[in-house]
């Protein structure tokens, strides 16, 4: 049992990046192996996360965002939902079969609105079908009109082409990932689809891919004026309007070290920010969870705390009513 030191507070914490899978796929059996019930079984992880001082969770399943199989996705997020509305603390994203195109992921959204789930959750790329690609417009249409928000997961295996980034000493893992996910932030802003879709919310794990550290970078390379080439890249003031005002990113992805936290507080409002775990994958144990909490409360002030930890994560999802 951790050390509670998130303990004296008076708002609920909740962990909009939490995993649960109702069925291991082969790819994950390995990993599976390693973590064990928590990774799948409800009641252990609830349990752990009680252990932590942490009030709810919002759970997803990565093996099925992007999938091509309708009905197996369908499927996996039904047993999902029943998992869910057996436990008052659990909320769910329902996985969206992007593969199997964007009309057949945005009606499997609006079932599973229509069921109760409180959002969605899509990689960055699925069997080649990019976030930022016209096919996935009719996902964004559904989750503006309901005001559901939609987590955007990195590719897990090769986010980057393989010749780019592998996982021999774990580079995709490390830096691939969080690359796609800032350039499907770039996308989305330069390619203009957030002016499109005024009320889309987009919650990109990691950080965001921990692009508030690189920000220098990008007011570098995108001070206008400076570089040949720029006729479609918007201003730099621009861009950072719009990461300040349209985009959310959870705090998962680093470890609990305070440093990315901290960053993304200084660079960003923390209204865009909301707390995740990434667990069973990153956060495995009591004690990690709780300080992955804990970093928050050590680097925000007690109101921005209350805000990231739970406060923005309610506002965002659907079929809430707190």
Known sequence: MPQNTVADRDFPIVDFGAHLVTSVPDSMKALDDIIGPIHRDPVQTIERYEAAGIDRLVLSQPPFMGHDDVEETAAANDELLEIIEEHEQLYGLAALPVGAGGDAAAEELERCLDAGYHGGALETTSHGIKLSDEEVRSVFDVASREGAPLLVHPKIDDSLHPDVLDDKYRLNAIFGREAA??????????????????????????????????????????DIGRWPGQEHIKPYNEFKQQLEERIYIDSSGFFGYHAPVRTALEELPSSQVVFGTDAPYEGRSSDELNRFATVVTDVASQTDAAAVLGGNTLDLLANVDE
Not at 193 to 219: E, K, T
């Open 181 to 222: 996910l800032s350039e499907s932030i770039f996308e989305m802003i330069h390619m203009g689809i957030l002016d499109d879709y005024p009320d889309l919310d987009l919650v990109f794990h990691h950080l965001g891919g921990n692009i508030a550290s690189m920000l220098g970078r990008v007011h570098l390379h995108h």
